[in-house]
C-alpha cells in the first residue's frame, strides 16, 4: 500500500518524472553513463573541470571517487535518489564548483544524520542533527532547505533551527545543565585559591621576587583574583591595567558604615574609563595581588623607560625599582647619568645567578683568558668593568652568551646581531631596536582587542621574557631577560594556562604543574558567569572565601582531586527560594521554580507542564493515550501530584484493558499490524506504570520534575532547589516476550481455523 504523505508524494513524482531523462553530462566510478543506481556520479563541466557527489552515509568519513562503496555505506533509496536530485539542481546553479559541493556534502552529512526522509521528520527531531553538524556545514544548509520548500518536499514549517532556538527549544534538566556549563565548577575555583596560597601566600617574606624568578604562575592568580573580584573582559580588560592598588571609600548608609573597594579600569566596547567595584570578600587576596605585582613587574617598566629614552638619567630610567645593595656598590653607577644597557641589567639582578663575567674580544682591555679544555681558548671580563668600546663576543651556545642575554644563542637569536663580534654601544643599539620593533605601538602597547592600550612603562603586568617563559614566545629572543612581552600576547598566556585546549598545550596547565587532574580547566568568560550568577547575587561559598583568603590550608583541596567526571557540580546555593508559609499546590509552586530557573515560559497540561516554548515550536506530538502529553519529552510531571496521580492511574488502566482486548481478537495470532500495534503499545505502557511508581515513590521529594526521554530510554529527576538532576534508566519489561507469552496463551486457548487465516491477517 502507498504511503500517504503530500510531501512523499511530491518527491516521488518529481524523481519518477526525472528518471524518464537522460543524465546529461553525468558519470559513474566505472567512467559509464550515470544511472540511479550508482553510490557516486560526476559531472564534467564543458571546461573539462569536475564536481563529485557521493551519496553514502556518514559511516564513510573521507569519500573518495575512485573508492569501491558497499551496500551498507549507501542511503536507502528514497534518501538517495532525494541526494540525487538535489544535485542536478545544484549543477544548474551559478556558483563555484567549491560551493557547489559544499553545499552537497552537507545536506547529504544532514540526511545522513536524520537517518530518515525531510518529510517525515519534526523539528525537534531535525535541531539535534543540525546542531551536529560543524558550523561550516550548517553554513551551508540554507539552500538545500531552500529548494525541498520550493518544491514542496518538506511542509513549509519545518525550517532551520537558529543558535536562540537552541536555546529556547532546552527543557528541564538541559536547561539547568546549559546554565551551570556557563559557570566555573566549585573545584576548579577551590584549586585556584589552592595555588594562589602556594605562589601569592599572605606571609610577605615567602615571596619570591627576584626579577629571574619565573612568575607566570603569579600573573595567572592575579589575573583570576580580578575575575572573580568583578565581572569584566579578561582579555580585553584587565591586561592593560594601569599599575595601582586597591582604592576604598568609606560611606555612611542608613547609618551604616559602608566601605566600598574599587579600582581605576579602561572601558572596553566603547565604555569610558571608570571606578571598577570589586567585591569586598576578594578585596584581601586582590590587593596582594596588586602588591606583589608591583614588584615583580617593576624590572620590565625599567626597561620600557630605557628603550623608550636611553639616554635618561639612571635614577629616572630605574623610578621605584630599589638594586640591591651589593649590586648598587659593586657597580657604583652615577644616578644622574645615563647607563649602558648591560649594566642596567645588572643593577636589575639579571646576573645574580652566576660569576659576574662575559665573552670579550681578546683585543679588549683588561680581558681575562679563560682555558678550556677543547676549542679556542676564550676571554672574559666581569661586567661592573666594562667600558662602552669593549668589544662583546655573540657564540653560538656558549654558555657566557646565554649568561649575558638569560636564552641560549640558537642560529634565530644569533642572526638579530648579524655578527659575533660588537662594542657595548653596538650590542645596546641593536638590541633596543629589535625589540621596540617587536613591540607594535611602543610604548603604548595593545592587548588583542586593539582598543585596550597602556604604556608599558606604566602597565600593571610588564613582563620580561625570563619571567614568562612560554613555550612559544611573541619573538625570537623572546625568552631574554632584555626582552619585554607584548601585552597583547598575555591573553594567549592566561588562556593557555588555565584552559589548555590541546595535549601539548597540557604542560603549560597551572593546574597540571600544582599537582591537579589535567582535566581541571576553565574559560575566561565563565568567571564574569560565575560573578553575575553566584557572587553578586547570591554570595560566595565560604569554602572559596576562605582559601582565596589564606585562612585555610592547601591540604582541604585534595578530596577533590579524584572525584570523577560524572560528579562534577558547581557549587551554587542550597536554598532558591524562602519559605513564605503558605499553603500551594504542588505542581503550580514546581511550575513556578521551573520557570524562575530557566527564565523560560510554560504552559499547563493535565498531569503536569509543557516546557516547550509552544510559541516558537508548536506541539507535533501524538501518541493514542488518553492523558496526550504523558510520554513526551518536554511533558513535565511533578511528584506527588495527587490530581496528575488520579488521571494517570485512570490512564494505565484503560492501556492494560486496551492490550488485553487485543489479545482476544480472533485476529490477533495471525495480524501483523496487530502484533506490531501490541508491542509498542505494551513498552508505552510499562513506560506508564514506571513513571506513576517514581511520582508516588517516597524516596523522591515532593515537587520533584520528573521527565520520560523514551528516545534515551531513560528518566531525569529534576530538583529545582538543588539544581540537581538525577538519571534513571528505564526498566522495562520485555514486549517481545510478553507478545510471545500472548501468542502461546492465545493460541493454547482457543486455536484460530487454518482457514481463516488469510482473511483475518488482512484486518
Not at 500551594?584 to 515560559?601: C, F, G, H, N, W
Request: proline share 5%; charged share 25%.
Amino acid at each position: 500500500m502507498g504511503e500517504i504523505n503530500f510531501y512523499i508524494s511530491k518527491q516521488r513524482n518529481y524523481i519518477a518524472a526525472l528518471m524518464q531523462q537522460p543524465l546529461s553530462g553525468f558519470t559513474n566510478q566505472k567512467n559509464d553513463p550515470a544511472t540511479w543506481e550508482d553510490s557516486a556520479w560526476r559531472y564534467t563541466l564543458s571546461s573539462g573541470k569536475y564536481m563529485d557527489f557521493y551519496f553514502v552515509d556518514n559511516t564513510v568519513k573521507n569519500t573518495n571517487f575512485k573508492s569501491n562503496y558497499s551496500s551498507v555505506h549507501l542511503l536507502p533509496d528514497d534518501l538517495r535518489h532525494l541526494m540525487m536530485i538535489y544535485a542536478i539542481e545544484i549543477c544548474a546553479g551559478n556558483t563555484s564548483i567549491k560551493n557547489k559541493k559544499d553545499k552537497h556534502a552537507a545536506s547529504r552529512r544532514l540526511i545522513a544524520e536524520l537517518a530518515d526522509n525531510p518529510a517525515h521528520v519534526t523539528f525537534s527531531e531535525l535541531e539535534p542533527a543540525y546542531f551536529g553538524l560543524s558550523k561550516r556545514d550548517r553554513g551551508n544548509l540554507p539552500h538545500f532547505f531552500e529548494w525541498l520548500h520550493k518544491c514542496m518536499f518538506i511542509p513549509k514549517t519545518l525550517k532551520l533551527p537558529t543558535r536562540a532556538s537552541k536555546i529556547e527549544s532546552l527543557v528541564g534538566d538541559d536547561i539547568i545543565e546549559h546554565k551551570k556549563n556557563k559557570i566555573p565548577e566549585t573545584k576548579v575555583l577551590l584549586a585556584l585559591g589552592t595555588i594562589f596560597y602556594d605562589v601569592i601566600p599572605p606571609e610577605r617574606e615567602k615571596w619570591n621576587t627576584h626579577p629571574l624568578a619565573f612568575q607566570r604562575d603569579a600573573y595567572i592568580c592575579a589575573m583570576v583574583s580580578l575575575a572573580m573580584g568583578s565581572p569584566n573582559r579578561i582579555d580585553a580588560e584587565q591586561t592593560v591595567l594601569a599599575k595601582q592598588r586597591l582604592q576604598k571609600l568609606t560611606q555612611t548608609v542608613k547609618g551604616k558604615i559602608e566601605v566600598t573597594h574599587y579600582l581605576d579600569w579602561q572601558g572596553s566596547k566603547g565604555f569610558e574609563n571608570y571606578h571598577n567595584h570589586i567585591l569586598s570578600v576578594m578585596s584581601e587576596p586582590i590587593d596582594r595581588s596588586l602588591e606583589y605585582m608591583e614588584l615583580v613587574c617593576e624590572p620590565a617598566k625599567v626597561l620600557a623607560r630605557f628603550y623608550e629614552n636611553p639616554l635618561l638619567p639612571l635614577k629616572k630610567v630605574l623610578g621605584d625599582f630599589c638594586p640591591s645593595d651589593r649590586n648598587i656598590n659593586a657597580l657604583n653607577p652615577d644616578m644622574n647619568k645615563p647607563i649602558n644597557l648591560i649594566h642596567l641589567g645588572y643593577l636589575l639582578g639579571f646576573y645574580d645567578e652566576g660569576d659576574g663575567f662575559v665573552r670579550v674580544s681578546q683585543a679588549t682591555n683588561n680581558a681575562e683568558r679563560k682555558k678550556v679544555q677543547r676549542g679556542s681558548n676564550k676571554y672574559i671580563k666581569p661586567i661592573v668593568s666594562l667600558q662602552p668600546d669593549d668589544e662583546l663576543m655573540i657564540v653560538s651556545y656558549c654558555p657566557y652568551g646565554k649568561y649575558l642575554l638569560g636564552t641560549s644563542i640558537k642560529p634565530g637569536v644569533k642572526k638579530i646581531f648579524s655578527r659575533e663580534k660588537m662594542t657595548i654601544a653596538q650590542f645596546q643599539d641593536i638590541w633596543v631596536k629589535y625589540v621596540i620593533s617587536n613591540l607594535a605601538g611602543f610604548p603604548v602597547g595593545y592587548n588583542k582587542s586593539h582598543t585596550g592600550k597602556c604604556k608599558y612603562k606604566y602597565a600593571l603586568f610588564s613582563f620580561t621574557g625570563n619571567q614568562m617563559i612560554t613555550n612559544n614566545p611573541a619573538y625570537i629572543g623572546g625568552k631574554s631577560h632584555f626582552a619585554i612581552v607584548p601585552l597583547s600576547s598575555l591573553g594567549d598566556v592566561f588562556i593557555r594556562s588555565v584552559n589548555p585546549s590541546q595535549a601539548h598545550c597540557l604542560t603549560d596547565s597551572i593546574f597540571a604543574k600544582h599537582g591537579f587532574s589535567h582535566e581541571f580547566r576553565v574559560k575566561p568568560h565563565q568567571f564574569r558567569h560565575w560573578n553575575n550568577d553566584v557572587a553578586d547575587r547570591e554570595g560566595i561559598p565560604h569554602a572559596i572565601i576562605n582559601l582565596w583568603s589564606g585562612r585555610k590550608t592547601p591540604e582541604q583541596i585534595l578530596h577533590y582531586i579524584h572525584r570523577t567526571h560524572a560528579e562534577k557540580s558547581s557549587e551554587i546555593s542550597d536554598i532558591l527560594f524562602n519559605d513564605t508559609g503558605q499553603e500551594i499546590i504542588v505542581k503550580v509552586m514546581s511550575q513556578l521554580e521551573y520557570e524562575e530557573l530557566t527564565k523560560t515560559a510554560t504552559a499547563v497540561t493535565s498531569t503536569g507542564f509543557c516546557s516547550q516554548n509552544l510559541q516558537f515550536s508548536p506541539c507535533e506530538y501524538l501518541n493514542d493515550f488518553i492523558t496526550q502529553c504523558s510520554l513526551c519529552p518536554s511533558s513535565c510531571h511533578v511528584a506527588h501530584d495527587e490530581k496528575a496521580l488520579r488521571l494517570l492511574n485512570k490512564d494505565l488502566q484503560v492501556q492494560l484493558r486496551r492490550l488485553e482486548d487485543a489479545e482476544q481478537r480472533p485476529n490477533f495470532c495471525v495480524s501483523k499490524a496487530t502484533q506490531d500495534w501490541f508491542l509498542v503499545h505494551h513498552r508505552n505502557t510499562s513506560m506508564l506504570r514506571e513513571l506513576i511508581q517514581l511520582m508516588e515513590s517516597k524516596d523522591i521529594k515532593e515537587g520533584a520534575i520528573i521527565r520520560v526521554l523514551a528516545g534515551k530510554n531513560e528518566i531525569r529527576i529534576t530538583d529545582t532547589q538543588k539544581k540537581t538532576v538525577t538519571v534513571q534508566k528505564l526498566a522495562l519489561p520485555n514486549s517481545d516476550e510478553a507478545l510471545a507469552k500472548a501468542l502461546e496463551f492465545r493460541s493454547e486457548k482457543s486455536p484460530v481455523d487454518n482457514s481463516l487465516d488469510d482473511i483475518l491477517a488482512l484486518i
